[in-house]
């Protein structure tokens, strides 16, 4: 609620507040969802360098799991933030390694996200050479 009324440290706080219950109940599942959702109240903000970390534990937690919706979903979050921070190949990176997984998934919401994101990174602005020589 906090979230959608735009209260973004509200927000921040319960999420804050929820993962770290979850840690203490070894609840990784949910830990790596929270840490989805604060990687996106960053992203909200534009603060893509605070989203980052949230976002690399959610897949950490994922892959320990071997929760693969998790890990796409977290691979997704983070090419979006790696896109806000201008790190392409980065970002190219982790759609890659999400592709990988795609043919298993049959949750239709998770499928859109991904298809966005590669979308967003096959659009994204290219290095121009002087930049790149630079």
Do not use: W
């Amino acid at each position: 609620m906090q979230l959608a009324g735009g209260d973004l440290a509200g927000a921040e706080k319960s999420y804050l507040q929820a993962l770290h219950t979850q840690k203490e109940l070894q609840a990784e599942s949910d830990a790596a969802a929270t840490q989805v959702s604060l990687a996106n109240l960053n992203i909200e903000r534009g603060d893509f360098s605070a989203a980052e970390k949230p976002a690399q534990d959610s897949l950490k937690s994922s892959l320990e799991g071997n929760d693969t919706t998790g890990e796409i979903l977290a691979r997704c979050i983070l090419a979006q933030v790696f896109l806000g921070m201008r790190r392409n190949k980065d970002a190219e990176e982790q759609i890659l390694k999400a592709k990988d997984h795609m043919k298993d998934v049959q949750d239709v919401s998770l499928r859109a996200m991904f298809f966005i994101q590669q979308a967003i990174l096959e659009n994204a602005p290219k290095p121009s050479e002087t930049s790149i020589s630079d």
